[in-house]
């Protein structure tokens, strides 16, 4: 499995945005749907938005919906995630992984290192 690497995490102002990276070293992931999916501290990891990568269908967790947005560089194998008006509450650790969903539940598998986004007050 090629193990995916995430940038594009730091310290923003609550209202500012960042743009997280995904990417296997230019290579397909192999997976039908890539996901971001985050960590804050002393909680468990939960699912963030997902897209299946052939046709670019996107999901999201309600608490992000209108925020952020989920998409992919088909021909460059990069998976992104736009946030915008983040809230002290999206801090955390996010991961990219390939996703799969059953009954509505997202989880991932074949974890990135993550990448640490902090949103001050």
């Known amino acids: 499995q090629v193990q995916p690497v995430e940038s594009g995490g730091g310290l923003v102002q609550a209202g500012g945005s960042l743009r997280l990276s995904c990417a296997a070293s230019?290579?397909?992931?192999?997976?039908?749907?890539m996901g971001w999916f985050r960590q804050a501290p002393e909680k468990e990891r939960e699912f963030v938005a997902a897209?299946?990568?052939?046709?670019?269908?996107?999901d999201y967790e309600d608490s992000v919906k209108g925020r952020f947005t989920i998409s992919r560089d088909y021909a460059k194998n990069i998976l992104y995630l736009q946030m915008n008006s983040l809230k002290p509450e999206d801090t955390a650790v996010y991961y990219c992984?390939?996703?799969?969903?059953?009954?509505?539940?997202?989880?991932?598998?074949?974890w990135g290192q993550g990448t640490l986004v902090t949103v001050s007050s």
């Open positions: 992984a390939q996703a799969s969903v059953y009954r509505g539940t997202w989880t991932g598998d074949n």
């Open positions: 897209l299946w990568w052939s046709d670019g269908a996107s």
């Open positions: 230019g290579r397909p992931f192999g997976s039908n749907a």
